[in-house]
């Protein structure tokens, strides 16, 4: 028996026949351009890098891509456009949106010109983040509504509505993703670009600029756009009630949907287009129409909390976990302990466990001498976000702290404010969360006249997230040559006296470098300087290889955590000698530089 399905609304035109698989952020940028963005601006960042790398392939006559400095700047460009009249998008991560929190707290009560959409992309389970916060929580606080596909068509359709929503309701718009949608590839119908006419900047003072007496006049108006949403949420055709048993029903919204339908396929299923607002009116009439009712949402009980409030009887994270990334088998385990589902058999085990493989750096990573060093150096060493972040386990570990993008330097700054430390204090930082976040906290050491040191790990990328352009790197999103940053003049325009630009790839100096800069008194600032080995291209010079004669077992090379670099099966006094991959080696000579049995040698 198929399911009764109740839609209603409505969606942009959609040709039958073009037909593509696409990833969730490229059906995201797909949306946005058809729906007619014009400006697009992001910061890199996992899960939301490839959404403006994508929108990047559409021609220049049709928008305007941009990689900016940060999510705030982002976002304020995105504003810009909006204020111009355009449809504009900005895309982020979910700490991304911390950055970029205040331009949209006063935007909210501002509203928009041309459509204003923010895609923020979630990382449940925290695969490539420093924490696993809920985007739903900050649509809330903003008053902004937050659609939420389910699969990647939706994402393209989502999006596309998004911008409608946004003109129509005159408010700024959230399509949150996560990693799964984010990432997988599925097969998705494609409509045609339609780009509605430009308005131009609208000269409305009481409405464009926030000082207190037009933002008390502008609240009122939220509260009434919130009722207009919940009532749209509850008609839009990406709200669709599915009747099934009349004995269980689910309220879900975005990826956990298709775990349900997997799940529990006899179940009634309320699926949300939008987890805020929600459609109070239209989930009370669901939950009068079945005998129990269960919330299935990822992360926080965003959902569930509001929906007991109104005064509605349903569990949720009585069931579900409020930690990690859903799964098929997450959702089965939470419906069996809410006794819906016999619980399974365990399957059987076969005793293997699977070798420990702890992250490391790339071979050759320009980044692995210059924590050498610092654990030389036996410093305090303040980390910030990056592959740098590595060096905060074996067999570099030389990180003690990392907060969040930029934080490295003012850390550092309170740690020798603090007066405890006797160790040297160093901050590290990469060249593009140097540019994100770094420089204020750079001025206000100088300031204040901290005695640390600054390492800036200049790899001339953003590497972390797969090699995008920065303004450090004289190239644009599209790949057009641009003014490029000098680092130098820059720490040096902030009043940095003590500067120092220096290879990373030369041991020698490095050291030099590094003990000469802890030395100094006040704030000293070393440059790292080496391109990513990976990022934009491939690195690889003449492999390096052992002279297994001359090896002494001593592990020294052992300790750069290259992995390039093994065990042989040859011994010396009890130990394993070393060999090192042809094939992973890039030939950098790190471990040559330090071998102390000169054995590593160019194979060419």
Request: proline share 7%.
């Amino acid at each position: 028996m198929q399911p009764q399905l109740e839609t209603a609304g409505r969606v942009g035109a959609m040709s039958a026949s073009a037909q593509r698989p696409l990833t969730g952020n490229e059906a995201i940028a797909r949306g946005a351009w058809e729906a007619g963005v014009r400006v697009a601006a992001a910061y890199p960042g996992t899960p939301s890098t490839e959404i403006l790398e994508s929108l990047a392939e559409y021609p220049a006559t049709d928008l305007h891509a941009q990689w900016s400095t940060n999510e705030k700047v982002a976002l304020d460009v995105a504003i810009g456009a909006s204020f111009a009249g355009v449809r504009a998008l900005a895309a982020m991560k979910h700490v991304g949106l911390n950055v970029a929190s205040d331009a949209l707290m006063s935007q909210t009560y501002i509203g928009v010109n041309g459509g204003l959409v923010l895609i923020v992309c979630d990382d449940p389970g925290i695969h490539s983040s420093q924490n696993e916060q809920d985007t739903r929580l900050f649509c809330r606080l903003a008053m902004v509504p937050c659609f939420e596909p389910a699969d990647a068509q939706e994402a393209l359709e989502l999006t596309r509505l998004a911008f409608e929503v946004s003109e129509r309701f005159d408010t700024p718009v959230i399509v949150r993703s996560t990693t799964r949608l984010s990432h997988t590839r599925s097969l998705v119908r494609l409509g045609e670009r339609r780009e509605p006419e430009a308005v131009g900047f609208r000269n409305t003072p009481q409405k464009n600029v926030m000082i207190p007496s037009h933002a008390r006049a502008r609240h009122p108006l939220l509260i009434e756009r919130e009722a207009a949403l919940r009532a749209f949420v509850a008609t839009t055709e990406h709200t669709r009630w599915e009747r099934r048993s009349r004995q269980i029903g689910i309220i879900t919204a975005g990826t956990p949907y298709a775990y349900v339908r997997e799940v529990l396929p006899e179940a009634s299923v309320l699926k949300l287009a939008a987890s805020y607002p929600l459609p109070l009116d239209l989930i009370g009439e669901f939950c009068r129409s079945v005998e129990r009712v269960l919330i299935v949402e990822e992360l926080e009980p965003a959902m569930e909390m509001e929906i007991r409030a109104s005064g509605v009887a349903v569990d949720g994270k009585a069931y579900f976990p409020r930690v990690g990334e859903f799964t098929p088998d997450v959702v089965r385990e939470g419906l069996e302990r809410a006794g819906l589902l016999a619980p399974r058999q365990a399957p059987p085990s076969f005793g293997l466990t699977a070798p420990v493989r702890p992250p490391v750096l790339c071979a050759g990573c320009p980044h692995t001498m210059s924590y050498m060093a610092l654990r030389a150096l036996n410093a305090r060493v303040a980390g910030d976000i990056g592959c740098y972040t590595l060096a905060a386990i074996e067999p570099l570990r030389s990180i003690d702290t990392c907060v969040s993008m930029g934080s490295s330097i003012a850390n550092a700054v309170g740690i020798a404010k603090a007066g405890t430390e006797t160790k040297p204090i160093v901050a590290t930082i990469g060249d593009s969360t140097f540019l994100h976040a770094g420089i204020p906290p750079l001025i206000d050491a100088v300031y204040n006249g901290a005695n640390i040191t600054v390492i800036i790990l200049d790899n001339h990328i953003t590497a972390m997230t797969g090699g995008q352009e920065h303004p450090g790197t004289g190239r644009t999103l599209r790949g057009e040559p641009a003014n490029r940053i000098d680092f130098e003049q820059m720490v040096r325009a902030c009043g940095v006296k003590w500067v120092r630009r220096v290879d990373s790839y030369d041991v020698a100096e490095m050291y030099q470098a590094f003990r000469e800069a802890a030395g100094f008194k006040g704030v000293a600032v070393v440059i790292s300087d080496r391109p990513c080995v990976l990022d934009p291209v491939r690195i690889k010079g003449p492999p390096l290889a052992v002279s297994l004669d001359g090896c002494t077992a001593c592990q020294s090379c052992m300790n750069l955590g290259c992995p390039a670099i093994g065990w042989s099966d040859e011994m010396f006094d009890g130990h394993h000698k070393v060999r090192i991959n042809a094939q992973l080696c890039i030939g950098c000579t790190l471990c040559a530089q330090i071998c102390p049995s000169d054995c590593i040698r160019p194979t060419a």
